[in-house]
T-cell receptor
């Protein structure tokens, strides 16, 4: 079974803090994604990566950056957290040839 | 651009009722289609998929058929259980390797 893990289930940070959300997958997937999920807005793509050291902006990249130094790990960085970044963050991965995305359990981030 | 439209919820059904959640899509070419399920407080889980026209995806009693002529991929289950209460997402993967999700349909099954 594909396993996608995220470093924290719940996180509380203060405005202005730098926040790291880590995602690890164990199935050698090329593609990795970060989404945020908000009530009434569905899933919105923040960033994605098709390979190590490669990143592409999604629909809402402002205020975020990412890092992919190893194939299995994709990190989302909030350089200076703000209250409007309070959300559920979901990481996903997929195999290039198959396409279906597999999700982690999510990190619920609260910025005070 | 490509998109997925699914019926708005919330949907409330009694146990053992028949479920249909409508999903239609807009895409060029031949996308792959998916249904995901999200239980409270969890991430999304792949429920079923279909990769070409007339394919039927099925899992855990749920089914959906890829209808090219009506650009639809409706989710059905003959007899729902309380444990099926969750949010269901329809999604497509287009030929450009881009994923699109619907906004989700919340299902509550009451005993």
């Amino acid at each position: 079974d594909v396993k996608v893990t995220q470093s924290s289930r719940y996180l509380v940070k203060r405005t202005g803090e730098k926040v790291f959300l880590e995602c690890v997958q164990d199935m050698d997937h090329e593609n990795m994604f970060w989404y945020r999920q908000d009530p009434g807005l569905g899933l919105r793509l923040i960033y994605f990566s098709y390979d190590v050291k490669m990143k592409e902006k999604g629909d809402i990249p402002e205020g975020y950056s990412v890092s992919r130094e190893k194939k299995e790990r994709f990190s989302l960085i909030l350089e200076s957290a703000s209250t409007n970044q309070t959300s559920m963050y979901l990481c996903a991965s997929s195999l290039q040839s198959v396409g279906a995305q597999y999700f982690g359990p999510g990190t619920r981030l609260t910025v005070l | 651009g490509d998109s997925v439209t699914q019926m708005e919820g919330p949907v409330t059904l009694s146990e053992e009722a028949f479920l249909t959640i409508n999903c239609t899509y807009t895409a060029t070419g031949y996308p792959s289609l998916f249904w995901y399920v999200q239980y409270p407080g969890e991430g999304l889980q792949l429920l079923l998929k279909a990769t070409k026209a007339d394919d039927k995806g099925s899992n855990k009693g749920f089914e959906a058929t890829y209808r090219k002529e009506t650009t639809s991929f409706h989710l059905e289950k003959g007899s729902v259980q309380v444990s099926d209460s969750a949010v269901y997402f329809c999604a497509l993967l287009n030929t450009g390797n881009q994923f699109y999700f619907g906004t989700g349909t919340s299902l509550t099954v009451i005993p």
